[in-house]
C-alpha cells in the first residue's frame, strides 16, 4: 500500500473498512486493491471506549484533460453504546438523519413566450420548442425583487413543514445572482422575520447551487447538530442574459424553490447517497466573466501610479457552448448519479423520480435513456419556466409534490450541473 502522509496534529489510526457514503473534492489520498483508508482521529478524553471513523478512497474521472480526484467519504462509530452524551457530542449526533418535509417555490409575474422573444430576435416558437422543449419562461420585472421571489418560496415551504420561522436554525441561499455582492441570504432572513437571528449565507454553484446546499445542509444537521435547515434556490439569470443573442436568451429564465430539511432519526433517514464534483477546466464552455468598464479617473494620471484608481467593474453576459455544454451534462450526469447509487447501495430501479436540473429537454431524454428511466418517471416541467439555474429542481419538485405526483415514501434521484463546470446528484426519499 502506497504510504500517506498526515499534517501534524491529532493522533490518527489506520484501518481498513468497506463503508461508503458522500463524495468531496479531495486528491491527496491512494488506495489500492479495493481496499478503503481509513483515518481515525483519537480523542484523547475517549479514545478507549469509541473510534469515530472517516472512510476514504480514490476515484478519477475527467471532464478536460482527464485527471481531477474525488474522494468518497463514510463516518461510522463503533463502541457508541459504551459512550454517555456527555462525553462526546460527536457521538450523541452520530444516529441522525435527515429527511425533506417541506417545500415551496415562487416566479415573476410576468411571463414571455417564445412569440414574444420572436419579436426583438431572429427566432420562432417552433426554432426554441424543438431545441430545447421550452415554451415559455418568467422574468423579473418593475419592482420584482429576487429576495422576495426567495423569502415567499422559504415560507411556502415553512408552512407545508409546519416548522416556525423562528426554529429554523439555518437558511442556506444558493444563488449566483444575489441582489448584494456580498451575499442575500440575510436579506431573506429578515424578510421572513426569524427573530432567533439563525446563520443566513450564498453558495455559489449556479446550476449546481440546489445540490450543494442539499448536500450542506445534511452535513449540518449530522455533524453540527442543526435540526431545521431551509435550502433556498434562486437565481435571476435574466439579468445577465445578451437578449440579442438567440442563442442563450431563449434558455433562461428567473425563480425560486425551496425546501425544509429537518433532523430525524438515523432509521428515518431520506438522503440515502450523493456525489458531487467540480472542473474550472470546462470553465471556457458556459462563463460571464467579470469585465472593466471604461471610466474617466477623477484623480487624473501623473506618471507615479499606473492603472491606478481601478475602473469600475462588473459581469458580462452569459457567455455559452451548447454544444460542449450538452455533451458534458449527458455524460457526467448519468455517472455522478449511478456512482450516488452505489453510495447509497440502491439499484436503478428503486428509483421512482428523475429530477434534473431543467435546462434542456433534449438532455433530460438522454439522461433518462442511459439510465433506462421511462420517460413517465421523469420529472420536467422546463417548457413553461425555462432554465432557472439553482431554482429548478426546488422549482420542479414543489410543483410535483403539490400536484400529488411525488408522494410521501418516493426515492428520486436528483442531479444538478451547469457553469463553473460543476455537478452533483443525490438520491433521497420525499417525506
Given at each position: ?218 452535513c449540518y444537521i449530522r455533524g453540527g447538530g442543526f435540526k431545521n435547515v431551509l435550502v433556498i434556490g434562486a437565481d435571476a439569470l435574466s439579468r445577465y442574459v445578451d437578449w440579442t443573442d438567440r442563442g442563450t436568451c431563449i434558455l433562461f429564465g428567473d425563480a425560486a424553490g425551496a425546501v425544509v430539511v429537518q433532523a430525524c432519526d438515523i432509521g428515518e433517514d431520506g438522503l440515502f447517497g450523493f456525489d ?156
Open positions: 500500500m502506497a504510504n500517506t502522509t498526515i499534517a501534524a496534529g491529532p493522533t490518527f489510526s489506520l484501518q481498513h473498512r468497506h463503508q461508503v457514503f458522500g463524495r468531496v473534492g479531495v486528491s491527496t489520498l491512494r488506495h489500492q486493491q479495493g481496499h478503503t483508508l481509513f483515518f481515525t482521529q483519537a480523542v484523547p478524553a475517549i479514545r478507549r471506549k469509541f473510534c469515530p471513523s472517516i472512510g476514504i478512497y480514490q476515484d478519477r474521472q475527467s471532464f478536460s484533460d482527464g485527471t481531477f480526484n474525488s474522494v468518497m467519504c463514510s463516518s461510522s462509530v463503533e463502541g457508541a453504546d459504551k459512550v454517555s452524551t456527555d462525553q462526546s457530542r460527536v457521538l450523541r449526533l452520530g444516529n441522525r438523519g435527515c429527511k425533506l418535509i417541506g417545500c415551496g417555490s415562487a416566479v415573476p409575474s410576468l411571463n414571455v413566450s417564445n412569440d414574444d422573444l420572436a419579436k426583438i430576435v431572429d427566432t420562432n416558437d417552433q426554432w426554441i420548442s424543438v431545441r430545447t422543449g421550452i415554451r415559455n419562461r418568467r422574468v423579473l420585472s418593475g419592482k420584482d425583487s429576487l429576495t422576495d421571489l426567495a423569502a415567499e418560496a422559504a415560507r411556502k415551504a415553512l408552512e407545508m413543514a409546519e416548522v416556525d420561522p423562528d426554529d429554523v436554525d439555518l437558511i442556506l441561499l444558493c444563488s449566483s445572482t444575489p441582489e448584494d455582492l456580498f451575499g442575500s441570504a440575510p436579506q431573506v432572513q429578515r424578510a421572513l422575520g426569524c427573530k432567533s437571528n439563525p446563520l443566513s449565507f450564498d453558495i455559489t454553484a449556479a446550476c449546481s447551487g440546489f445540490m450543494l446546499g442539499l448536500v450542506s445542509a445534511a458531487l464534483h467540480s472542473d474550472g477546466g470546462g470553465q471556457r464552455h458556459l462563463n460571464a466573466l467579470i469585465k472593466d468598464n471604461e471610466t474617466d479617473h477623477a484623480f487624473g494620471t501623473n506618471g507615479s501610479v499606473i492603472g491606478f484608481p481601478p475602473s469600475n467593474s462588473s459581469y458580462s453576459c452569459i457567455q455559452m457552448n451548447g454544444k460542449e455544454v450538452f455533451r458534458f451534462a449527458v455524460r457526467v450526469v448519468p455517472q455522478s448519479i449511478e456512482a450516488a447509487l452505489e453510495n447509497a447501495g440502491l439499484p436503478r430501479s428503486k428509483i421512482d423520480w428523475l429530477l434534473l436540473h431543467q435546462a434542456n429537454q433534449r438532455i433530460l431524454d438522454a439522461v433518462a435513456t442511459r439510465l433506462e428511466v421511462p420517460p413517465e418517471h421523469v420529472i420536467s416541467n422546463l417548457a413553461n419556466y425555462g432554465n432557472t439555474s439553482a431554482a429548478s429542481i426546488p422549482l420542479a419538485l414543489d410543483e410535483a409534490v403539490r400536484s400529488g405526483k411525488v408522494q410521501a415514501g418516493h426515492v428520486i434521484a436528483a442531479a444538478g450541473f451547469g457553469a463553473g463546470l460543476t455537478w452533483g446528484s443525490a438520491i433521497l426519499r420525499w417525506g
